[in-house]
């Protein structure tokens, strides 16, 4: 017969204990819960957008990572999500271009008035400054998960607008924290009114606002247009916007799940940037149908709108958006348009 060793049976009785002793020892995965705010109304199809992707979150990392989402301003405007992000009591935004400009103003050179003509334009331009623009913001404490836009901005009005003269008497919506852009719209001749978007609805309805820059989506969605039923039918600059989360949050978790969460991210962005701009000619039919007035702006006015946003650069260029962003985008969409000009046509 065989006997077994004392040894043998000391180890079947140790080799437990110690697997047990090892696991305890290891730092478990802890579950990293992502609090995250956005302007984008509750029950819209961005808002779904973001929903599941934060589902895809959860079942991608098993768990690990997990969302509460917070929609329709319930966090306040976006300057007051990112000072949340800052302080940790938000991890996470879907921002416009005014929270993230409060981190890192190079942003703002993907909104340069009147600078770009296309969706090809803007894209080109991202493609290639974009990751010096998530580079900076990286250093500052901020990842950009995706980047995602909202439609060429129009002004809607109280009154019909062709022109930039037509627009200075009007009570125009100004960002309340955006001192440098207002200082230049009031020394073109414009009647800025600072407040939060917050209040747009009220002010728009009470009368402190009569004009707002802002997308044909967003009109909809947040039923703007109710209360300025003309659109000027300029394309003024495009409301770009970008997924955040803070690096503290981040840098909770493990390199594996964050390969997942950016992935999702990446998807939904580009879903809300398809969305935003399939649904733009969509929202500006639909709003017709309920009273909206599209003020038609020929080769003439256009040149107005454009002359006004240009004599605005030199000013722009150092305050509102940093000189080296400006120069840069500038410089990069020259060459798009010279290499576009010179391909051959199909």
Do not use: C
Not at 92 to 120: E, H, K, N, R
Not at 288 to 310: F, N, Y
């Amino acid at each position: 017969m065989n006997q077994r060793s004392p040894n043998a049976a000391r180890a079947r009785l140790f080799l437990p204990a110690l697997a047990f002793l090892l696991a305890a020892a290891l730092p478990a995965r802890a579950q990293v819960v992502v609090k995250m705010a956005t302007l984008v109304p509750e029950g819209s199809k961005y808002h779904l957008v973001l929903k599941e992707m934060l589902e895809k979150w959860k079942t991608a990392t098993q768990g690990r990572v997990t969302a509460r989402l917070y929609p329709g301003s319930v966090a306040g405007d976006d300057q007051d999500v990112v000072r949340k992000m800052r302080l940790g009591s938000l991890n996470a935004g879907l921002l416009t271009s005014a929270g993230v400009q409060a981190i890192d103003p190079s942003v703002m050179a993907f909104q340069v008035p009147m600078l770009y003509a296309s969706y090809d334009e803007i894209d080109h331009a991202l493609s290639v400054y974009g990751p010096k623009v998530e580079a900076s913001m990286a250093a500052k404490g901020f990842v950009v998960l995706a980047w995602a836009d909202g439609g060429w901005v129009r002004f809607f009005t109280k009154t019909p607008v062709r022109t930039p003269d037509d627009l200075k008497p009007l009570k125009l919506f100004a960002w309340g924290n955006d001192t440098d852009a207002i200082e230049i719209w009031k020394g073109a001749g414009f009647n800025p009114v600072p407040l939060p978007s917050t209040e747009i609805s009220t002010a728009l309805q009470t009368g402190l606002v009569s004009a707002l820059p802002t997308t044909p989506t967003a009109a909809v969605l947040l039923q703007w247009y109710q209360h300025a039923k003309n659109m000027t039918d300029v394309k003024w600059g495009l409301l770009l916007g970008a997924m955040l989360v803070n690096r503290a949050t981040w840098d909770k978790i493990s390199p594996e799940d964050q390969k997942a969460v950016r992935a999702a991210a990446a998807e939904a962005g580009a879903r809300l940037r398809t969305e935003a701009r399939a649904s733009e000619e969509r929202d500006i039919a639909a709003m017709q149908k309920r009273g909206l007035h599209v003020v038609a702006v020929d080769a003439k006015a256009e040149s107005a709108w454009r002359t006004a946003a240009e004599a605005a650069y030199p000013k722009v260029r150092g305050n509102i958006v940093p000189e080296a962003a400006f120069d840069e985008v500038r410089r990069i969409l020259a060459e798009y348009r010279a290499k576009k000009a010179a391909a051959p046509k199909k």
